[in-house]
């Protein structure tokens, strides 16, 4: 894409221009909504340092922060995240001031094959601007400048070994000062069990039967309730059950064992962990019971709570019905009552468009067939009666329904930390254990599947991922067809604008990088559907990571990869044809000027894309419609509050800029000045968002370092090979000395996660001792344990809840009455709005 230096310039100064027009908008704009932009210091308790309302205001206070403070302001995820910005900046400072101070200078005094290619009127459809003497593009084949380049990719590598070096320490120990900061309980204490034996479920309950039938014929033994086998008192004491034994089954509501024990029978362990699973259960043993037994023989006095996963589904169906009633019933009531204290006329009752087949039997009973309008006092309150007493039922039933997995939860670190990272049983397909997520940032239904179950949807998700990427490559290579500028000035509605200069400056060096960005605005929503549907990631945090690896793969093949082969084709298209013996050099002479779109690509990124997230547009848009109809305290409160981020995009997107910024450093060296504005933009406005605005709701800890050091060494290798090959078509001697920089790169590589990367998941042993210690002494001085129970939300009690919302309707309904506002819209098929203690009794 040929960019002359002049609209390079251009096209800087316009999208400078276009960001201080966006600060301006946000400066005007948080004056007016200053809850919206700054919520957090409009909560209870805060200690955030004042920021002034005028232009330059946020800017001073926010930079200010201190990593401790950001901490405490924003929790250590989105301290660690500022972290990543300022390994950005810190790398492109020091690469910026190398290839400026020594490359530049080579390519510009030294370089001359960009000139000879002009005069010598060049094959190549591609026309060479003055922005291309700046790039390796203007070094001769063969010529002795290019061993500055081989010798700047070693400065650069080694300038990143150093940071990660020293970055991959700092998040160690902010790791451990996290675990550290947790009480008794919770993720510090607890492990995350899975491929728990002798439970079947499905289509896996009816392949163990249909084996077992096969075996034994139609044998059958006589059911028992799980509560009838619970309150038997003929139960046998799990030490009556060896892990070993013949493994000869039966087929029943389990599979039976053949019968008790014989004690002459061999206690060799036998290889299969059912064998002892299925014998403790059909004697009557819960699921419950038989992890905790399991987990109590191999941690003696060590197990503090055991929790079943289990299935749930039709619990969560009713679950959200109930909180979608109870979120319109609190609206409802909202509204009225701002009338009542504002003497404001209410005209007439609320209703609500009923049919009943919606909801059910309850429905059909109630409200019949045909539509009809029913207060919504009435419907709403008859809705939560009629729903509380089938979530009590549903997890009743629920709990019945065991799945393979449990949170066993220990009395101190030191056995977590033995526990997560141990072989708990020889049978590698049974008894796996983990590091248990946070108790909020776990996703219930997504736990419970089988170790093969995992894997395959793994799989399936990865399939889906790069057949997304392979449709995505034909938009990416069309955007770099079409607004070629040469092909842009064939085309007669455009042939006379491509003529105006500062319009062929927005074409060649704003709009490609802007279209590209708007492009990929949607994948991260479609990423976060098929980690949670698809791959059915165990907790929030692992959705949000997922995303962040997935889009960073994704914009490696296709912003990445794409525009390269892409532009590299089309601003050579012609000499593909005409010397296809010359295909090589074409490659070596074209991929470089490709960065001139990814020059403007990070442009937009720092200066438009990054100060809009400031405005959050579509937010803003929905807080003052909001805000418009939020009545009460309450509502308003709702509006405002508990604003949250996600990091699946923000990490791809600026590890992608890294990469950018890191391959091209040497081969065009003006994009590390770019690329340093954009991570030095960044880190100002979100610490500004993470600060101010973005309260965090789960924590990992900063775990997030983990998933930034991979992308950081995928984009050094990418740098190396791309470097090796460029050298090599310029054929220079220097290329056989950078064969060696992937060889160090893997080296590093390896010593780096051996060395950092399992201390940033889990404390050592060394660390988890120390901290029972802290621990001990603070319980002496009444700090109290905080055994966290991992029970799904789902199964909370509503009904406190439910008896102080119909209380306030009653409230509000007897002061509509008393304004003549009577009942006149359909019925309430319980009863009185007074009577709510009926649904107490079972």
């Not at 999208?15 to 908008?25: G, Q, R, T």
């Not at 045909?370 to 007493?389: E, I, S, W």
Request: include cysteine; hydrophobic fraction near 45%; charge should be positive.
């Amino acid at each position: 894409m040929a960019t002359d230096g002049k609209a390079f310039g251009i096209a800087i100064a316009i999208d400078f221009v276009i960001c201080l027009c966006i600060l301006l908008a946000f400066n005007f704009i948080r004056k007016l909504f200053e809850k919206y932009y700054a919520p957090k210091s409009f909560a209870e308790g805060n200690t955030l340092k004042h920021v002034k309302l005028s232009f330059f205001g946020w800017i001073g206070p926010t930079w200010s922060y201190s990593h401790e403070e950001v901490v405490k302001a924003a929790g250590m995820d989105a301290a660690m995240y500022l972290r990543v910005l300022r390994f950005g900046i810190e790398l492109f400072a020091l690469i910026t001031f190398w290839c400026c101070a020594v490359v530049l200078p080579v390519n510009l005094a030294l370089g001359t094959f960009v000139d000879e290619s002009t005069q010598a009127g060049s094959s190549s459809s591609y026309t060479f601007t003055n922005l291309d003497k700046t790039s390796i593009s203007n070094i001769q084949p063969s010529s002795k400048a290019l061993w500055t380049h081989a010798v700047s990719a070693y400065v650069v590598t080694f300038i990143v070994f150093y940071l990660l070096w020293k970055y991959n320490k700092e998040a160690v120990m902010m790791r451990i000062d996290y675990l550290n900061t947790l009480k008794k309980g919770a993720e510090s204490h607890t492990v995350l069990v899975n491929d728990i034996p002798g439970i079947y479920k499905g289509a896996e309950k009816i392949a163990a039967l249909a084996r077992g039938a096969a075996k034994k014929g139609t044998a059958k033994m006589s059911k028992r309730t799980r509560q009838d086998r619970r309150t038997d008192d003929s139960a046998a004491d799990p030490s009556d059950f060896p892990a070993g034994g013949d493994s000869d089954l039966e087929v029943g509501e389990r599979l039976p064992v053949k019968g008790m024990v014989n004690e002459e029978e061999p206690l060799l362990p036998a290889f299969d962990a059912t064998v002892k699973a299925e014998r403790m259960l059909n004697a009557g043993f819960s699921e419950h019971d038989m992890v905790e037994q399991e987990f109590k023989e191999q941690f003696p006095n060590e197990v503090a709570e055991v929790a079943m996963v289990v299935d749930q589904s039709a619990l969560d169906k009713l679950v959200s019905a109930y909180d979608r009633a109870k979120a319109k019933l609190e609206n409802v009531l909202d509204g009225y009552q701002y009338k009542l204290a504002h003497d404001k006329k209410i005209k007439k009752r609320q209703t609500v468009r009923v049919i009943g087949a919606r909801y059910g039997k309850w429905g059909l009973d109630n409200y019949g067939k045909t539509p009809k309008k029913v207060d919504a006092l009435k419907f709403y309150p008859a809705r939560l009666r009629a729903l509380l007493p089938q979530i009590k039922e549903a997890q009743a039933k629920a709990s019945e329904q065991a799945l393979p997995s449990a949170f066993v939860t220990f009395k101190d670190r030191h056995t977590q930390v033995v526990a997560s990272t141990s072989m708990i049983h020889h049978d590698r397909r049974y008894w796996s254990t983990e590091a248990a997520p946070a108790p909020k940032d776990t996703i219930y239904a997504n736990l419970g599947m089988r170790g093969y179950q995992r894997q395959l949807r793994f799989f399936i998700s990865w399939a889906i991922f790069f057949t997304i990427a392979s449709f995505y490559l034909i938009p990416v290579a069309a955007i770099q067809a079409v607004l070629e500028i040469e092909r842009l000035s064939k085309i007669v509605p455009f042939k006379q604008l491509v003529s105006v200069s500062f319009v062929r400056s927005i074409l060649t060096a704003v709009l490609p990088g802007l279209a590209l960005t708007i492009f990929m605005a949607l994948l991260p929503i479609i990423l976060s559907a098929v980690n949670r549907k698809v791959e059915k990631m165990p907790s929030e945090t692992a959705v949000d990571f997922g995303v962040v690896r997935k889009f960073f793969a994704f914009q490696v093949i296709t912003t990445f990869l794409g525009s390269l082969l892409a532009g590299s084709f089309f601003t050579q298209f012609s000499q593909y044809f005409d010397n296809l013996s010359g295909l090589v050099n074409t490659m070596g002479s074209a991929a470089p000027q490709t960065a001139t779109f990814f020059m403007t690509f990070i442009l937009v990124q720092a200066f438009i894309t990054q100060p809009i997230s400031l405005l959050r547009i579509v937010g803003l848009v929905l807080y003052w419609l909001r805000l418009k109809f939020a009545t009460t305290d309450r509502q308003k409160q709702r509006v405002w509050q508990d604003q949250e981020t996600k990091y699946g995009t923000l990490v791809a997107g600026n590890t992608i800029a890294l990469l950018l910024g890191l391959v091209f450093c040497i081969i065009q060296p003006l994009i590390t000045p770019i690329t340093l504005i954009y991570f030095l933009v960044t880190s100002l406005i979100w610490k500004y968002q993470m600060v101010y605005v973005y309260v965090p709701t789960r924590q990992s800890g900063g775990k997030l370092w983990a998933q930034v050091f991979q992308h950081v060494i995928t984009a050094l290798v990418i740098f190396q090979i791309i470097m090796i090959g460029l050298l090599g078509i310029k054929k220079s001697g220097a290329a056989g000395i950078c064969v060696v920089l992937p060889i160090l790169t893997v080296i590093f590589t390896i010593v780096n996660r051996k060395l950092f990367i399992q201390p940033q998941v889990i404390l050592s042993m060394r660390g988890a001792a120390d901290s029972d210690k802290r621990d001990a002494s603070m319980a002496n001085q009444g700090e109290h344990e905080d055994f966290e129970s991992y029970t799904s939300p789902a199964f909370k009690d509503h009904t406190d809840e439910v008896e102080a919302l119909l209380g306030e309707t009653a409230s509000v309904d007897r002061k509509l009455k008393a304004l003549g506002l009577g009942n006149k819209q359909g019925r309430d098929p319980a009863g009185s709005i007074e009577s709510r203690a009926w649904w107490l009794v079972p």
